[in-house]
């Protein structure tokens, strides 16, 4: 359990805003171990392998944005989910190859869900206020879809370990992962906490 890992992408807007520092300092803190990081400028083949990684997400992604349109009382821009996930992943290719991401591999107990809680949600406008992407950005489907761009919300986090597994392997060659030791270890995980006293 101690050795879960997630992905996380610092998007390019979020390095263009220079939060690298803060958003790793907030999942640094929590007591997860960084046990890979890099600089990339992805291509857009990358971009469109990882969303499409999980065989069901144009599907889902679909559904769940033309719900988001009749839940506010408007008219979906295609009653097609697929149809409408095609202009999502156009839209991300080009926001995601725009400039260097910061790719990281966050390891630690439970650290798929203990970073998409300190991620926030999807969308800035609801992400919960001190989440990142509740604290660091502002912008909106409404918006986003006004303007024909991808929503900016500063970072990709893995969903689920299953696609974090997969993520992982395509950002990562296993000699970029390092095992080590994080001398807090000995508290966050440690039974009997006693190698404290002398
Ligand atoms: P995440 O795991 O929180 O990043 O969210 P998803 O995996 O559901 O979506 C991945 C990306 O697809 C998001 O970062 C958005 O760019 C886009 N996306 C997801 N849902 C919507 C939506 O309802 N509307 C729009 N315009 N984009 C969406
Ligand atoms: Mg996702």
């Known amino acids: 359990m101690k050795n879960e890992r997630t992905l996380v992408i610092i998007k390019p807007d979020g390095v263009q805003r220079s939060l690298i520092g803060e958003i790793m300092k907030r999942y640094e803190r929590s007591g997860l171990k960084l046990v890979g990081v890099k600089m990339i400028v992805p291509t857009a083949e990358h971009v469109e392998n ?46 995601m190859t725009s400039g260097p991401v910061i790719a990281m591999v966050w390891q630690g ?13 999807t969308e800035p406008l609801t992400s919960d206020v001190g989440t990142i992407r509740g604290d660091l950005v502002l912008d909106s489907y409404q918006l986003s879809d006004t303007d024909g761009r991808a929503v900016r919300n500063l970072i990709h986090a893995s969903g689920s370990v299953d696609e974090a597994n997969k993520e992982i392997a395509l950002w990562f060659a296993p000699s970029e992962i390092v095992n080590y030791r994080l001398v807090q270890e000995q508290i966050l995980y440690d039974v009997n906490l006693d190698g404290i006293l002398e």
């Open 50 to 95: 990882h969303y499409t990684i999980d065989p069901e997400w144009r599907r889902v992604t679909g559904e769940k944005t033309i719900k988001n349109y009749k839940d506010k009382g408007l008219p979906p821009p295609s009653e097609d989910p697929l149809a409408i996930t095609t202009i999502i992943l156009a839209n991300l290719k080009k926001y």
């Open 109 to 121: 107990v439970h650290a798929v869900k203990i970073v998409r809680k300190i991620t926030g949600g």
